[in-house]
């Protein structure tokens, strides 16, 4: 089956600093899967932040950016700069295409020092 | 942006009782899913739903469970009746078409059974 992997639970960055929260994913359903970014902010709902639907490209969005990366089957997630209103849970997941079942994975909450 | 509406938010109930979760998707979509999350753990894929029709449903998905939308109105997962084991936050998410690659998620209702 599919799988999804987020290494880190809980992350602290001090603002300002640079960010990069891990995601690796293994698939036996479809060779190249679509790749996802979604976060959950504080007492909203999951949102859709970045996607990327083919391999060796970048997403980005609200300063964010992410890379497939096929040989290594990762999808990190990275920011430059962080800001305080970035805190949130961030889950990378995959969708295998047509029906778009979505695999999760465990998310990783990202807290930002002022 | 567009909205995904879940009712109710919270619902406790006894077990082997019935129950049913209501979803109010974006109004032109389409496609319709629900996801389970269980406490501590990754949010997983339980069904979708297109044309009246289940088109795809995981292991998670038991015979106790079942999902409609008759007339256009909220789209609807029916446990009856529930286990322990049912206690979880449920998510409803729709999309525009199949491919659409972006799901709009609700907010979750957490159930919670006694």
């Known amino acids: 089956g599919d799988s999804v992997t987020q290494t880190e639970g809980q992350v602290t960055v001090s603002e300002s600093k640079s960010l990069i929260i891990n995601c690796t994913y293994s698939?036996?359903?479809?060779?190249?899967?679509?790749l996802f970014w979604y976060v959950r902010y504080p007492g909203e709902g999951l949102q859709l932040l970045l996607k990327?639907?083919?391999?060796?490209q970048k997403g980005s969005s609200r300063g964010f950016e992410a890379t497939y990366n096929k040989e290594t089957t990762s999808f990190h997630l990275q920011k430059a700069s962080v800001q305080e209103s970035d805190s949130a849970v961030y889950y990378c997941a995959l969708g295998e295409g047509g029906n778009e079942k979505i695999t999760f994975g465990a998310g990783t909450k990202l807290t930002i020092k002022p | 942006g567009p909205k995904v509406l879940q009712i109710p938010s919270h619902q406790i109930i006894d077990m082997g009782q019935m129950v049913t979760l209501n979803c109010d998707p974006v109004?032109?979509?389409?496609?319709f899913y629900w996801y389970k999350q269980i406490l501590g753990q990754q949010m997983e894929f339980l069904v979708n739903?297109?044309?009246?029709?289940?088109?795809?449903k995981s292991k998670l998905f038991k015979d106790q469970f079942s999902v409609e939308r008759p007339d256009g109105s909220y789209f609807t997962l029916k446990i009856q009746p529930t286990a322990l084991e049912d206690s979880a936050v449920y998510f409803c998410a729709s999309s525009s078409s199949q491919g659409a690659m972006e799901q709009y998620f609700g907010p979750g209702t957490r159930l919670t059974v006694l």
């Open positions: 739903f297109y044309n009246g029709k289940v088109m795809e």
């Open positions: 109004s032109n979509h389409l496609y």
């Open positions: 990327v639907i083919t391999a060796g």
């Open positions: 698939t036996t359903s479809i060779a190249y899967p679509n």
